[in-house]
């Protein structure tokens, strides 16, 4: 847990502090979205995490690539960027809604949508296109492998309500903790 906390230090400071600290300005709405989603994801709790003890995983968060005291603005942003469409793609439909209330999933959704809007433009803003393959090396590509690591546990566990539950909390405390920096 607490290898999580470092790497959503740097990017809270991105995500969900005030609009002009990486240089662009990002909306009032996208703390508020930011802050909802997570409310979102409590609220989407349907069972105990007590109940799936044998279902946890270290899904080994990738820590030293993204502190935030190693990251350059827009390898922040990218980071950030890669953690929400991530998350978002995570929770698709097709294979969430199973699991969970489908209004407080598309709300989820929708709130996530929002922010990679928001952060869309800042990346622009931020990277140009001279960085376009900045998404594609180092500390991004660290957080895609360990999404990666996060679908493949699902499939392998097989989507079950414990292993929906497991990355629930993950995702939770992942944007969280980006939530503080």
């Given at each position: ?13 991105v ?18 979205f ?56 995570l ?30 433009a ?26 990666q ?33």
């Open positions: 847990m607490a290898f999580v906390l470092s790497l959503l230090m740097a990017l809270v400071l995500s969900y502090g005030p609009g002009g600290s990486l240089g662009c300005d990002l909306s009032q709405n996208h703390v508020l930011g802050r909802k989603n997570l409310r979102l994801l409590g609220q989407m709790r349907r069972i105990s995490p007590r109940f799936c003890l044998q279902d946890r995983k270290d899904f080994a968060f990738p820590q030293e690539m993204v502190e935030g005291s190693q990251l350059q603005e827009a390898q922040a942003i990218s980071v950030l960027h890669e953690m929400l469409q991530q998350s978002f793609n929770f698709h439909p097709e294979r969430a809604s199973a699991a969970w209330d489908t209004t407080l999933l598309e709300q989820l959704r929708t709130g996530l949508h929002q922010q990679l809007d928001d952060l869309d800042c990346l622009w803003q931020v990277m140009g296109e001279e960085d376009s393959a900045l998404g594609r090396t180092g500390p991004t590509l660290a957080v895609k492998r360990y999404f690591g996060i679908h493949v546990y699902l499939q392998e566990k097989g989507y079950s309500d414990c292993a929906w539950e497991t990355v629930r909390v993950e995702i939770m405390r992942s944007l969280s903790s980006s939530a503080s920096l």
